[in-house]
């Protein structure tokens, strides 16, 4: 009877969603779309072929919303069409989505066909998939073409060589088409099909489509051209590389356009990877230094953000020769966010220079970026310290380290003050207990009254860090003390941040510590006049119940913490009511349990 009611119900929810497909509202129809699948699944193979599918053809004039919630679950129709042999049918529908004038539509078109040709049967390709990318390849309509761009490599090992020579012969004229955007999209694509033929054949066939792409007319074609580079660097073999590959890197590095290269600075060390080292420490260094000095920003930063994994792909001296001169302008740059990249990666130096370059190349340059006016840039330095940490120690960066630091929390942006925080417990690892309480503790503690609350509940996280970091004795000596005077201070603010620091700490204190210190300063604060700290009072009893509960001695808890609970109990404010009764009900059940 329960079985025959459920599914009933469930008809019902299939016939309702059936009903919507069909709604003048195009976002109930899209909304209807994202459950397809479980209608082609209620309506069973056979029906979603005759039915389900035609009328997903019939809807591809429909609003855009609606078009791409079926191209991006089109997908879930598939194992409800009745098996391999009748994937094909999804092809139409989707041909019809490749072709429409909303590119997100047709991105999600194409990925639906990729499990779909990738389940079909080797037969089917001949008889389906080959002649549905012909004719997107065909179509006059550009939208099309840019579709059968990105499908030619789908399937392609499968097909016969003569068929593999035609889908060749059709993308090479798809480079060479006459609307830029379809230039561009195949382009785009160009490696994902090179990767899948041989040497010879990317030689014969597609090596001048390559070359006619490189030097075209429009910039959103030639930006393409860095990712041909490095597919076909990793397919054609050494000789083919350096006479034909080369030279087209050489000229982007060179474009009239900055975003072209742009694209070369942000993929050059992925090139250095696939071009050998030989090309690598002598053209492509000589391309790099040139971009690290390129008058557009965006292109010298994109270069600086390459620094170190450029440096690990040539020889030592060429790094100290040529590379870290050209970095040392870097360092002084007009614009803050090439300078803030560089800042990023350069300690990563420290381990290719071993020790003694490093002090003698690379420290006056740190020295000079923790002296920098950006705080991003100060940041960028510290928040990766544990590279030349682990060369020369921090113990040479100190003496700037320190000022550096000090400026970072005190910045008027509250982000920068919450970043370097987040690095403190990292730095005092680095410099050690008692730099740390000299220097910088007092800072730790200041953020503890910031005027951002993300500022202080993080500083108060960062306690519980530095104690687990420096053990339970230096938290009693260095912050249970400061807890204590804030406990009391007149500001609430600062008494409610003294319960959130006592609830990390408690974490990490030992048992005997939380009964004799924690514990009667929280009671202390029981009877506050503000409701917001009564009310922080009581979680922090819950949370500490919850999390160490079984551990405190009954007689702890029922003549300790249960009395100060039963007060908050009667308190006035009902929220303060609401969290005392689940520390009250913790209180209990541990109690209980302990009996």
Known sequence: ????????????????????????????????????????????????????????????????????????????????????????????????LAIVEDGSVRDAAVKAVIPIVDGMPDDHLLTHFVPFVSKLALKDWFTSRISATALFHIAYSRLPSHVQKEFRALFSRL??????????????????????????????????????????????????????????????????????VLPVVLSIASDRSWRVRWSLAVKIAELGNVMGQQVTNNSLCECYENLLRDQE?????????????????????????????????IITDSSDHTRASCALVINDLASLLGR?????????????????????????????????NAVIGVELLSQSLLPAIVDLAEDSKWRVRFAIIEHIPRIANQLGC???????????????????????????????????????????????????????????????????????????????????????????????????????VARTLNDIVSSKGEKFRSSFLTSCIQPALMTLLDDSDRDVRFYARQASDGVTAVVGGAQ
């Open 175 to 244: 480079c060479a088409d006459d609307t830029p955007m379809v230039r561009r999209m195949a382009a785009k694509h160009f490696g994902d099909l090179a990767s899948r033929m041989s040497a010879p054949e990317i030689q014969d066939e597609l090596l001048a489509p390559f070359k006619k792409l490189a030097v075209d007319e429009q910039d959103s074609v030639r930006i393409q051209s860095v990712g041909i580079c490095i597919a076909l660097a990793e397919a054609l073999p050494a000789e083919l590389r350096m006479s034909e």
């Open 297 to 329: 920003a965006e292109v010298r930063s994109a270069a600086a953000g390459n620094i170190s994994k450029m440096c690990s792909l040539v020889r030592k001296d060429i790094t100290i020769s040529r590379i870290l001169p050209v970095v040392n302008h």
């Open 1 to 96: 009877m329960e079985k025959n009611k459920s599914d009933s119900a469930d008809l019902y929810q299939i016939s309702l969603l059936i009903d919507q497909l069909r709604h003048d509202d195009p976002q109930i129809r899209a909304n209807a779309t994202k459950n397809i699948g479980s209608i082609a699944k209620a309506l069973g193979p056979e029906r979603t072929r005759s039915e389900l599918i035609p009328f997903i053809n019939e809807s591809t004039d429909d609003d855009d919303d609606v078009l791409l919630a079926i191209a991006e679950n089109i997908g879930d129709i598939q194992s409800h069409v009745g098996g391999a042999e009748f994937y094909y049918t999804l092809l139409e529908p989707i041909e019809l």
């Open 434 to 536: 008692s730099f740390f309480n000299d220097k910088l503790n007092n800072l730790c503690m200041t953020w503890l009254g910031d005027d951002v609350y993300s500022i202080r509940r993080a500083a108060a996280n960062n306690l519980c860090k530095l104690s687990a970091q420096f053990g339970e004795e230096w938290a009693k000596e260095q912050i249970i003390p400061r807890i204590e005077r804030m406990h009391t201070h007149t500001n609430y603010l600062q008494r409610m941040t003294a319960l959130y620091g006592i609830q990390v700490l408690a974490t990490s204190l030992s048992q005997t510590t939380v009964e004799e210190v924690i514990v009667p300063l929280i009671l202390h604060m029981a009877s506050d006049a503000v409701p917001n700290v009564r009310l922080t």
């Open 356 to 388: 003694d370059d490093t002090v003698e190349n690379l420290l006056p340059m740190l020295l000079q970026l923790l002296r920098d006016d950006s705080s991003d840039v100060r940041l960028n330095i510290i928040a990766n310290l544990d590279a030349i």
